[in-house]
């Protein structure tokens, strides 16, 4: 079983900058791809980015492109969500997860993942 602890929410201006780190425990860490998502009351949840395992490949929400960089370092067992050029709207709680090995096609459904963090508040406000 995996478990995921994360860090690194708070409160940012607009357009400023915050990096937030999702540090796993567990079997075979290097074999999971890793995904952000993120959640606001009343609606759905929402994938931002994920990276595979192996490649490395990041994949992003039309939203997160151009502003959000998910990054891992395997031998921290750490994945990270750095988000840059913050908008009010960035505004929600943030979640990662896990599913094995690549992003898939449709990484950006909660369904596809099988463990969660506990998730962390990030407001962007003036």
């Known amino acids: 079983q995996v478990q995921l602890v994360e860090s690194g929410g708070g409160l940012v201006q607009p357009g400023g900058s915050l990096r937030r780190s999702c540090t796993a425990s567990?079997?075979?860490?290097?074999?999971?791809?890793f995904g952000w998502f993120r959640q606001v009351p009343g609606k759905e949840r929402e994938g931002v980015a994920c990276?595979?395992?192996?490649?490395?490949?990041?994949y992003y929400s039309d939203s997160a492109q151009g502003r959000f960089t998910v990054s891992r370092d395997n031998t921290k067992n750490t994945v990270y969500l750095e988000m840059n050029n913050r908008k009010p709207e960035d505004t929600a709680v943030y979640l990662c997860?896990?599913?094995?090995?690549?992003?898939?096609?449709?990484?950006?459904?909660?369904?596809?993942?099988?463990?969660w963090g506990q998730g962390t508040q990030v407001a962007v406000s003036s």
């Open positions: 997860a896990t599913e094995w090995l690549s992003c898939t096609m449709a990484w950006m459904g909660p369904s596809e993942y099988e463990y």
């Open positions: 567990g079997p075979s860490l290097d074999k999971y791809a």
């Open positions: 990276i595979s395992s192996g490649d490395e490949q990041p």
